[in-house]
Every structure is written in C-alpha cells, then in structure tokens.
C-alpha cells in the first residue's frame, strides 16, 4: 500500500492528501511531527532534504508535491485530473506555477510577522501586491467556468484551491473576486476539502514550528 508522510497543517501535503482522496487512491498515512521528528534517521531514509509530504509507492519514492502529483495522475489516471488538449495543459501549469511560485512564498512572507519575526516593510507590502495579482489573475481566468478548466476538477483546482481559503487569515477579501470566492466555496463543499483542513487547534500549535521553519530560511 501507498505510504503517505504528511502533517496536517502544510500546504504542501494537502495538495498530495485531496488528490489521493479525490482519486480513491488506499493508502498509509504516516505523521511526520514537525518539532524535528523530520530530521530523525526514518524520515531522512525516505527524504534526504528532510521536508514533507513523501510517499512510498510500491517501494518507489517521490518527494515535492508537484512531482507526486504528477506521479499520481501518470501511475493512476481514474478519474483523471489533467486534461488532454494543449490550451488546457497550458492553464493547469499557469495555475499551478503562480500558486507556487507567486503565491506561496508571498503568504510565507506575510506569515512572519504573525509568528513573532521581524519583516522588512517592502518585501511585506511586495508581496501583498503578488498576492493581489495573481488573485486578479484567477479571477479572470476562471471566467463563468465552475473550475479552472471547464466544469471538471484538475490539478490546477488543487494547488490554487489549498493556498487561496488561506489569503483570509492575511486580510484578504475574495468579496472582490465573485468568480474565485464562488469557486473556492465549492471546492470547501468536496468532501476531499473536509477530509483535510486543518483544525484551528492544529493551526495554533502549528505555530512555534512554523517560527523555526521560517528561522531557517534565513
């Protein structure tokens, strides 16, 4: 059976943990506590640079999420969660790079102040300005479709889906954005969104982690 390293509260394992569930793929959900349980001998054999998620396939490992995702929808194509046509391929990677490229370091920046560490004023305003685009971005690109390509769930829902409900906690409205608010409370509709947000609880004593994840990236 699939082998699952996850914690609750990273982005990062929820993109992996909804498409497993979305796919109806059995697995083992091994919890990896982040209070540097991920640098202990175990999770280091199955991930050298010793970050979450991970999974062991029938013996075959892969790390970084956008890799397993890919991995998961080439090893188990039903129901499928990428389309075929050219156009479409082109909207789930657009989607799906400026989810983690644009929109992920921006919320990590804008979370610093919020575990206590120091930001500088202009990286913090910068990437309050990121986060508006790209939001600008989805809401057009979502135009009257129910997702991002057509009326079908697709990686892109996924990536974009477990980071956009988090803009909210940074003071962020999607009041201006109908088309993304109205997509991100269907997606919180799927029992897969259910099955994985975290609890408020879980995000509180999440935080003292977070803080040392984030003194690390220094």
């Not at 809401?139 to 990536?159: C, K, P, Q």
Request: glycine content about 4%; aromatic content about 10%.
């Amino acid at each position: 059976m699939l082998k699952f390293y996850y914690n609750p509260f990273s982005g990062n394992v929820r993109r992996v943990w909804v498409m497993l569930l979305e796919k109806h793929i059995p697995f083992e959900s091994i919890l990896v506590n982040l209070d540097d349980d991920q640098f202990g001998n175990d999770f280091t054999a199955v991930n050298p640079l010793q970050r979450i998620p991970a999974i062991v396939d029938n013996g075959f490992r892969v790390i970084e999420s956008l890799a397993i995702l890919d991995y998961l929808e080439a090893k188990y194509p039903t129901p499928s969660l990428m389309p075929s046509e050219p156009e479409n391929i082109a909207i789930v990677r657009m989607v799906e790079m400026l989810a983690v490229s644009e929109l992920q370091p921006s919320l990590l920046a804008l979370t610093r102040p919020l575990v206590g560490l120091e930001v500088d004023n202009q990286k913090l305003d910068a990437a309050k300005e990121r986060v508006i685009s790209v939001m600008q971005f989805y809401e057009n690109l979502l135009g009257r479709h129910s997702y991002f390509v057509g009326e079908d769930i697709t990686l892109a829902d996924i990536v974009a889906g477990t980071l956009v409900p988090l803009l909210t906690m940074f003071g962020f409205s999607l009041d201006a954005y109908p088309r993304l608010k109205a997509w991100s409370d269907q997606l919180a509709m799927r029992e897969s969104w259910q099955q994985t947000t975290p609890l408020p609880e879980v995000l509180e004593a999440a935080l003292p982690n977070i803080r040392k994840i984030l003194e690390r990236r220094l």
